[in-house]
């Protein structure tokens, strides 16, 4: 009982970090008028959205990791009958959400926030650059969470 509101916490909380980063991260980065303060905003914001995300997505995975070793044990035998296919095709939107959100939040965001706090010049375009693959990221990691968390009810039902 336990994980399972673990798991719906701690999905609530990934998600609403997902698309508060849409709906108000970037729109508020977009507005700001100087490039300077672009890249010192979108660097905060980064700092506090990356372990969020990551952190919220790993209780997530192990909270769900739990729960199916003890659907397991009540299935026995007939567990890859029932819901071997529907679990499978989870396990592999899940699989691409993960790496997606690991892109998003190691492979762009932290280098991005590690190159600023460094002080490094970041110019125009590259911003532009960052934040085009943090919104192209951002799009695959809805598509993928949406039929993820559609493969896990229909499991429940």
Do not use: C, D
């Amino acid at each position: 009982m336990l994980f399972s509101w673990l798991h719906l916490i701690a999905l609530a909380v990934y998600l609403g970090a997902v698309v508060g980063f849409w709906l108000m991260l970037l729109p508020a980065v977009s507005i700001l008028a100087e490039h300077e303060e672009k890249t010192r905003f979108l660097a905060r914001g980064l700092k506090f959205y990356n372990p969020l995300q990551v952190g919220a997505l790993g209780i997530i995975l192990f909270s769900g990791a739990f729960q199916l070793t003890e659907l397991k044990a009540a299935y026995r035998e007939m567990f890859a009958k029932q819901i071997g296919y529907n679990l499978a095709m989870k396990l592999v939107f899940a699989f691409v959400l993960v790496i997606l959100s690991v892109y998003q939040a190691l492979g762009v965001g932290h280098r991005f926030v590690k190159r600023h706090e460094g002080g490094e010049r970041v110019s125009p375009e590259e911003l532009g650059s960052v934040i085009r693959r943090l919104k192209g990221a951002n799009w695959g990691i809805l598509l993928f969470a949406a039929i993820t968390l559609w493969l896990g009810i229909r499991l429940r039902s």
